[in-house]
């Protein structure tokens, strides 16, 4: 048996250590592999899709994951940051790169003026958000505000297209929300997420600010995906607002994330990765078939595995090691 | 005379139509123990809760050394020094031992026992790398209290940390309790157990139906009337 | 004028919105699960009905009546497919409405990849079309139609819910559901067989939403499950009469949007939802259930 005092203390931050070092291989491994992702496959928007789609499943994460808050009206964030670049590109005239940043601004706002939600719980707070989601899709795309955002009539990004800008932008926007998560995930930030998850009471009389630290995770997500949204709109030039408004993005960073795991730095990439690939390898000739294939990985996902794909692993680890230990002794 | 730490005055609490406090007021001096008695039902759990920010009080005020506390949140009075254990306790279940209670200590003022003077006082030293939530009730109580004591609180509310041990582990729980008392910290400790309680506390409280029935010395309070007729028999377990 | 215009038509429209909703409510109540495949039930039910006219026929009224038992039969298979399992999940409530996203996704691909990707509709001559008059203003026939099978069809629920054991039972499960086991009830039996009445709601005013709504197309599914759910918290989680009510309140709200403000009528239901959570958790009928 190990002594708590002379034992304890340096083991666990030899292993603190250790699982710093596969979290920022986590990082490492997808930026190298996306930098070179051309190499192995032509279609350059497909791989910026799919990018932003690794940032936004590891908003989810951040929301997720560490909080334990479902946002089902993601899009909402993610179409506001789209709108938010356009016309901070279009009126106000920003270099496109720095309109990504307006984009996450957007974002940003948006998360702040949903923070009143928070006073829901569970499946409730799930589902205001989609309502609040669709709420500001139907307020951008509302004819009224023509003047403002065009309103059905979507925007144009036409003359601000640069392919190689929209990759590395993409390239860097994900690096830094993989960054975001190991940060959050080896802080005491995290631990102290982790602690609201499992109860926000314990948790304020263990002395964390629970408002303070949810609010900021919520906006982390948000800016994620504002920026996710203006790169998505500047890399698809010309989008309506039920493109960038669309509760299937929700939906897919949600099962992407829940798929991979959530709560770890590899799970919602490997997620992301895998079912987006499916989803460019079937889902673009024949997207019934996806949703059908998507819609019955979810159902499967949840009955079955509703640790995703590593906790899946862990348990069978877990599994032979104990296996391997029960034959030793 | 010792300093008051903990005043409460004139404090009701409704739920509905419940009246689950009625008028209840008190005060804990540091270095004292107070016992917190009453049949199930009777508000003692709810006294915690609202001192300690869960719920708000329909009337009343609370004073922490002479001040006023006003509408504040849970974590501020945690930091300011009032803090509890739970009567079914809450632990951070994926979390491990040690993380569970650093997470505390991490937001204390001032000094106060490091992690692993706390683990070994609560007697969890061997667990501290596991999960919170594969340890047994007893256990997941006793990290419910170090994760208050890392917060060094100057009043500590314990809610039937004794129910379900044996005397043995009854015996080591109010030796625990009692050294907590030194350095001028008050504790108020909710127990059935007339017993353990009389091991510990000088002065007990008897709530019944969010009332105050008695209050004064725990064996006057056994000789009282009121106080035998509403435990019905209770009184010698 | 116009505000009595809104109003007739907000009651006409109410009472087939709480046909829409029910259902929902009914599942929920039983066993706090948001049934998000709800919409695509009512657009099963809308094609059910497109398929019973044009292969055998039957007027989209009798449709309604052969489609309850098969919906109450096949609801009853889905609850023991799938919630068994689910029960023992840690954070049931938010995996139950990813699992029926993920549900109402395998329906609607199904509904594509069955009927195609557009809108179908029922010709108009399969119901009464003559415009009605009602205190000298003219409603639209299929809105009469649509509140007169909805009224019978609820007042039926009613009776089921209110004076048959069964539906005491279901009142019992919806109280507490360890109670209720706890005096003999089965409440997993219960829940199935409630799971299947919610069905066959949403599939009977599916055919009526083919009419209301012009048409119905395979993606219809999240828009209607958004309204019934403003609907439901609006009316208070759980009570079958708050959905009523609610309905009705929602139906004129709505109409007098419509007649006012038309471009912004479609916030309605979420400013409905997201109001009520925030400033009355409990609904119109406040029975307060957890949720803040
Ligand atoms: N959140 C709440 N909502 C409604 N009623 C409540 C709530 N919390 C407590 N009550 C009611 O208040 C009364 C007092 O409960 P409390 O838990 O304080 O009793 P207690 O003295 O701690 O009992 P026990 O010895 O069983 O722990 C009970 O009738 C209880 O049902
Ligand atoms: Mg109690």
């Not at chain 1, 409730?124 to 989601?133: E, W």
Request: hydrophobic fraction near 50%; aromatic fraction near 10%.
């Amino acid at each position: 048996m190990l002594d708590s005092k002379g034992g304890g203390k340096p083991l666990a931050g030899l292993l603190r250590r250790k699982t710093l070092l596969l979290d920022l291989l986590a990082v490492a491994i997808p930026v190298i592999g996306f930098s070179f992702g051309l190499n192995f496959y032509s279609n350059e928007l497909l791989l910026v899709y799919m990018m932003v789609y690794v940032a936004l499943a590891h908003g989810i994460n951040i929301s997720y994951g560490f909080t334990g808050y479902l946002p089902f009206g993601y899009f909402g964030f993610f179409g506001a940051g789209a709108y938010g670049a356009t016309l901070a590109i279009l009126d106000l005239h920003v270099p496109a790169l720095l309109g990504m940043l307006f984009g996450g601004v957007a974002g940003v706002l948006v998360g702040l003026l949903l923070l009143p939600l928070f006073r829901l719980r569970g499946a409730y707070f799930a589902i205001a958000t989609l309502a609040a989601g669709e709420a500001v899709a139907d307020i951008v795309a509302n004819p009224s505000l023509q003047s403002i955002t065009n309103g059905p009539y979507g925007e144009n990004l036409a003359s601000v297209y640069s392919s190689g800008q929209i990759y590395v932008a993409a390239l860097v926007f994900m690096a830094l929300a993989l960054l975001a998560v190991v940060l959050v995930k080896n802080s005491r930030f995290g631990l102290s997420l982790r602690a609201i998850k499992e109860s926000e009471y314990s948790a304020a009389m263990a002395g964390v600010n629970v408002v303070q630290l949810r609010s900021l995770a919520w906006v982390i997500a948000a800016a994620i995906a504002g920026v996710g949204g203006a790169i998505f709109g500047w890399a698809t030039t010309v989008f309506y607002p039920s493109a960038v408004f669309d509760s299937a993005i929700s939906v897919f960073a949600i099962v992407f994330a829940l798929f991979g795991g959530t709560g770890s730095v590899w799970g919602p990439t490997l997620g992301t990765v895998l079912l987006y690939g499916l989803y460019s390898a079937v889902g673009l000739s024949s997207p019934q078939y996806f949703q059908l294939i998507y819609g019955l990985a979810i159902v499967g996902l949840i009955l079955f595995a509703p640790r995703g794909l590593v906790g899946f692993g862990r348990a069978a680890v877990r599994r032979l090691s104990l296996r391997r230990a029960g034959a030793n002794g | 005379m010792a300093d008051e730490i903990l005043r409460l005055e004139g404090i009701s609490k409704h739920f509905g139509g419940l009246s689950a406090l009625q008028e209840v007021s008190f005060s804990v001096e540091g270095g004292e123990a107070l016992g917190l008695v009453g049949p199930n039902g009777s508000g003692k759990t709810t006294l915690i809760n609202v001192v300690c920010g869960l719920y708000t009080p329909n009337a009343g005020n609370i004073y922490l050394e002479g001040a006023k506390l006003g509408k504040t949140t849970p974590h501020k009075l945690a930091k300011s020094g009032i803090n509890r254990t739970f009567q079914v306790p809450q632990p951070f279940a994926s979390l491990t031992v040690r993380e569970n209670v650093e997470i505390a200590a991490a937001h204390r003022r001032g000094d106060g026992m490091s992690v692993v003077e706390i683990l070994d006082f609560v007697n969890l030293g061997k667990w501290a790398g596991q999960e919170a939530g594969s340890l047994n009730a007893a256990q997941q109580k006793r990290l419910d209290l170090g994760r208050a004591l890392a917060l060094n609180p100057k009043v500590l509310f314990v809610d039937e940390l004794g129910a379900g041990l044996n005397p043995a582990e009854l015996a080591e729980v109010a030796a625990m309790l009692r050294s907590l008392l030194n350095g001028g910290r008050a504790l108020v400790v909710v127990e059935h157990l007339m017993g353990f309680l009389d091991k510990l506390v000088d002065r007990v409280i008897v709530l019944n139906a969010g009332r105050e029935i008695f209050h004064g010395g725990l064996r006057s309070a056994l000789d009282d009337g009121e106080v035998k007729r509403v435990f019905l028999g209770t009184v010698g377990a | 004028m116009l505000v009595e215009y809104s109003i007739v038509a907000g009651v006409l429209l109410g009472l087939f919105y709480a046909l829409m909703a029910m259902g929902l409510n009914l599942v929920f109540g039983v066993q706090r699960i948001i049934n998000l495949a709800h919409g695509d039930m009512v657009m099963l039910g809308g094609f059910g009905a497109w398929e019973l006219y044009y292969g055998y026929h039957l007027n989209p009224v009798v449709a309604i009546v052969v489609m309850i038992p098969i919906t109450v039969a096949v609801g009853f298979g889905l609850y023991y497919l799938l919630i068994p399992r689910l029960k023992s999940a840690v954070d049931f409530e938010t995996l139950s409405l990813v699992l029926f996203f993920g549900v109402s996704q395998v329906v609607e691909a199904l509904a594509a990849l069955g009927f195609g990707n557009n809108e179908r509709s029922l010709p108009v001559s399969s119901i009464p079309s003559h415009p009605v008059n009602f205190l000298g203003q003219p409603y639209p026939a299929d809105w009469w139609v649509a509140a007169g099978v909805a009224l019978p069809l609820l007042a039926i629920f009613f009776l089921y819910l209110y004076r048959t054991r069964l539906g005491r039972e279901t009142r019992a499960v919806m109280a507490d559901e360890h109670e209720a086991v706890s005096v003999g009830i089965d409440a997993a039996r219960v829940s199935a067989i409630s799971f299947g009445v919610g069905l066959a709601l949403a599939a009977a005013a599916g055919v009526l939403a083919v009419f209301v709504f012009g048409g119905v197309d395979p993606s219809e599914g999240v828009g209607i499950t958004i309204t019934a759910f403003a609907i439901i918290v609006f009316g208070s989680l759980g009570s079958p009469l708050g959905t009523v009510v609610g309905s009705i309140l929602f139906g004129v709200a709505y109409q007098l949007a419509q007649v006012y403000t038309p471009s912004w009528s479609n916030l309605v239901p979420y400013v409905l939802v997201i109001g009520t959570m925030l400033l009355r958790p409990q609904g119109l009928f406040g029975r307060r259930t957890r949720i803040a």
